[in-house]
């Protein structure tokens, strides 16, 4: 049996101007919620063919305010968010954008409640036209095309997910204000002259060229630039997605490039071991300390910082090892006594690993920083930065000898290994090591402190969970020596 299907006599209809009409939206918006008229008695319909099927093309006439309406009233978080969620391909973007409109009138802190359903969907449609928006301004390649007045007209292809086109509009009219370019999409099109902008219809990929001489020039250049020390695959296709692949001139380089990855990560590892090539290896801590000091191998040598030591005795069964001194270590000269190692101490006595039976040391042994007014901001040290250092930590190991080390971070573990590991793959288990010693890894404090309070006691009880293993361990290894 056919359901029926019927309408009342209040149903508004309201026409927008285009998929992401946000301003139509938002006037409109204002008049039937003024009229008080009901999200259920609303219909939004833009060009082609979205909001209701069976509803009228024909716009309603603008609804009466009632005599006593107040004016809307939403913050500014939501019209941004708002604004953001009407470029979404959702096809009930705008109704939804109304009915949350409706109950933000009755409840003004409802954007506060993250467990809300319609607070969530917002976030989301926001966050994925945000992410969308990203990509469109990270991966257009404009080619040269020459015109038949002489000059050149550099144009892009790109395949958008959502209605961003206008959304990006500002932001490359600013970028190449000097340049006469054209940006073709599936959605429609992008023309600047240098003086106006102009909208165009929806193309085609073959109205885009395939591709010009400086392309080459560009692909030189990125394969002199791709550093295999910091190649993580799995975050390199989660920022740039296949499907964005073939509108890059670069990316037809990336398969060679990951395959000869490992091999040339060995020679910069081998090239930084040559700058100590005249070097004999260090036969005391002491002599480790002193040379540290007036070490200029690597740019962060030469920053003006002071070299931070180590502490603890060659006697140590347990080492370990953090990625470098941060501020407070670098003014104090002794290492983890600022917010991270105070952090490290305290979970290193809940978990029976006591500081004073231990060797501890970093990877690097000079502060790198960005300056911030005052400040300095810690930097994460280059691969080639922990490769050269690995020469003072490989001799502090050597003089120790501890049955097991403890390292703090990915950069603290390339320290000891040489090649870029995943800390969470890699955590809760030993790797041997050739010495015949035991490395353990897990996450670095400073990672926990920049946790949102809400993630935080999970992180920190896994830390935890990783400590006491290590403490178990260590007893055993210790046992076992007698």
Known sequence: MKETVYFTASEHVAVLAGPDDFDGWRTQARQVLMARVHPSEVIWRVPGGEGDLFASSEPSPPPIAVPDARQPIVSRAFLDLAAKAACHRDRGRFDFLYRLLWRLQRNARLLEDKADGDVRRLDELARTVRRDIHKMRAFVRFRSVAQPDGTERYVAWFEPEHHILRANAAFFVNRFAGMHWSILTPIGALHWDGASLQEGPPATRGDAPDGDPIEDL?????????????????????????????????????????????????????????????????????????????????????????????????????????????DVEEREGRPFVGPAGQLLMRHLEEAGLNRSRAYVTNAVKHFKFLPRGKRRMHQTPTAREIDTCRWWLDGERSIVKPRLVLVLGASAARGLLGKTISVQKERGAPIDLPDGSELWVTTHPSYLLRLPEENRPAEEKRFQDDLRAIAERLAALESAAG
């Open 218 to 326: 560009w692909s030189s250049y990125y394969a002199s630039i791709f550093n295999p020390a910091r190649l993580k695959i799995d975050a390199m296709l989660k920022e740039m997605p296949r499907k964005y692949w073939k509108n890059m001139p670069e990316t037809a380089l990336v398969p060679a490039l990951i395959a000869g990855a490992q091999a040339r990560e060995a020679v910069m590892v081998e090239a930084g071991r040559d700058l100590f090539e005249d070097d004999s290896p260090p036969t005391s801590l002491e002599e480790i300390a002193g040379a540290i000091r007036s070490c200029r191998r690597c740019a962060i040598g030469c920053n003006g910082t002071d070299a931070v030591g180590s502490e603890g005795s060659s006697g140590a069964s347990l080492m370990i090892v953090g990625e470098q001194p941060g």
